[in-house]
């Protein structure tokens, strides 16, 4: 049974550019949630989807937006990039269903900013 | 202030200790509390689940909650070198997580 899985591994991008993270959830969950860890720091809620909607939405600004496709998986985009928005970006899935506090964690990508 | 604090450390004990993690919390709406342990340059991998106050014990690690004093700890009994990693302790009310800032540990031979 695989796990959450993240891709890519790593990302390098200039100022001012765009990017886009993918993310598949671990197979039986339908909730997928996005979070920012800055070097040193805990992993900080971006937001969460379900049934391709937006549930919740944590302190970020417009430049993060986020899609779930049908068959659960999301992707995460980010415009006007910062040097700030370096950061390792991790992906958590987990059954509404079942009470989805329960998270599992993918392994990450890593965004740096030029 | 910090909705979680979590004393960053570092921590380092030799082989076989006792080791205590702690966080508290100033949320009491927070009801759902976890432990994950986080090698470097890895996704955080769940170790303790527990829901309201209490303790709960799995192999080498205990999770306690103390509710009343917004408190919760992670115990693990004889430590190992591979135990070495940063441990994040989390809590929720609803489906967001709230992270503390997380404790490096690092056991030694």
């Known amino acids: ?114 | 202030q910090k909705e979680v604090e979590q004393d960053p450390g570092p921590l380092s004990v030799p082989e076989g200790a006792i080791v205590s993690l702690n966080c508290t919390y100033s949320n009491s709406a927070f009801q759902y509390f976890m432990w994950y342990r986080q090698y470097s340059r890895k996704g955080p991998e769940l170790l303790m689940y527990t829901y309201s106050s209490g303790n709960k014990e799995d192999g080498r690690f205990t999770a306690q909650v103390d509710k009343s004093s917004k408190y919760i700890s992670l115990f693990i009994r004889d430590s190992q070198p591979s135990d070495s990693a940063t441990y994040l302790c989390a809590m929720s009310d609803t489906d967001k997580l709230i992270f503390g800032t997380g404790t490096r540990l690092q056991v030694f031979p």
């Open chain 1, 1 to 114: 049974d695989a796990g959450v899985t993240q891709s890519p591994t790593h990302l390098i991008k200039t100022r001012g550019q765009q990017v886009t993270l993918r993310c598949s959830p671990k197979s039986g969950h339908d909730t997928v949630s996005w979070y920012q860890q800055a070097l040193g720091q805990g992993p900080q809620f971006i937001f969460q989807y379900y049934e391709e909607e937006e549930r919740q939405r944590g302190n970020f600004p417009d430049r993060f937006s986020g899609h779930q496709f049908p068959n659960y998986s999301s992707e995460l985009n980010v415009n006007a990039l910062l040097l700030g928005d370096s950061a390792l970006y991790l992906c958590a899935s987990s059954r509404l269903a079942g009470g989805s506090d329960t998270q599992y964690f993918g392994p990450g990508t890593r965004l740096t900013v030029l």
